[in-house]
């Protein structure tokens, strides 16, 4: 058994993917599948902000990834939103404040769909919380997972109306959020009774460290696929008995 570390890459089946948007854009994805078995669920990734370097390979992104395929028998679908690069390549079009992302997302739903993949939840983090939460009409979707949600371009009307579509959500709430922190998401949520809100104590709105992502990635597998979770520990594996190879932690 070796440990599973920050730059470890479990086995997986990975393809880039295009994604073609309603208003035509071509947008740069990877798909990541199990080896062995059919995906017991599916998580569509949208990324951080993308005019401040958040993209598809965002760690945490990038880290679901490279493990939730084996640990947990998870789908993960990533892309660059609209006029995002990455080394994987730069999705076309131009940063629209989470507006005419819904279509982009809505491209990445479409796409699941067409792989035959199960019903995907919707995993945002920072940037990527208030595109999902400003289109609750992309579907069909499971569900969400919001990891360090600003509420920046989302509005309190916007955000009711999350509430009312009535979604099964959980929100991740850092403890030391540079933009929301858990008694302002106490406020800003109770228009949204379904948003379960998760407080985590010391960590940040970056998840900086290798505790900090086992705990999203762990909360992410509670919600999606809790029967993929070790029932004792309740958490994920931290070991791999297998191949597995060493990628650089960008």
């Known amino acids: 058994m070796e440990q599973i570390r920050a730059n470890t890459v479990l086995p997986a089946v990975r393809q880039p993917v295009a994604l073609t948007t309603a208003d035509g854009l071509r947008l740069v994805g990877e798909l990541v599948v199990p080896t062995v078995d059919q995906p017991r669920a599916t998580i569509v990734c949208v990324h951080p902000l993308p005019t401040a ?4 390979d965002s760690h945490l992104f990038r880290k679901a990834a490279w493990r939730l395929p084996a640990l947990a028998g998870i ?10 690069h990455s080394p994987a390549g730069r999705s076309e079009g ?3 404040e989470a507006v005419a992302e819904g279509l982009d997302l809505a491209a990445a739903v479409e796409r699941v769909s067409q792989e035959g993949l ?21 579907g069909p979707v499971a569900g969400a997972v919001l990891v360090s949600p600003p509420v920046r371009y989302t509005s309190q009307a916007e955000l009711a109306e999350w509430g009312r579509v009535g979604l099964s959500t959980t929100a991740l ?11 302002e998401a106490v406020e ?43 029932p004792e520990t309740g958490s994920l594996p931290t070991q791999w008995e297998g191949p597995m190879e060493r990628w650089n932690d960008l």
């Open 94 to 96: 131009e940063f629209s």
């Open 173 to 183: 709430i850092p403890e030391l959020d540079d933009f929301l922190r858990p008694p």
């Open 118 to 138: 199960p019903v995907p939840w919707l995993v945002g983090w920072s940037f990527g919380t208030d595109v999902i939460l400003k289109h609750p009409e992309v």
């Open 188 to 230: 800003r949520f109770k228009v949204a009774p379904n948003v379960a809100l998760v407080p985590v104590d010391g960590a940040g709105h970056l998840w900086v460290g290798e505790a900090n992502v086992r705990i999203v990635l762990n909360e992410i597998v509670r919600e999606v696929a809790p029967e993929a979770l070790n």
């Open 75 to 84: 789908a993960v679908l990533r892309f660059n939103t609209r006029g995002t």
């Open 53 to 56: 370097g958040g993209m598809m």
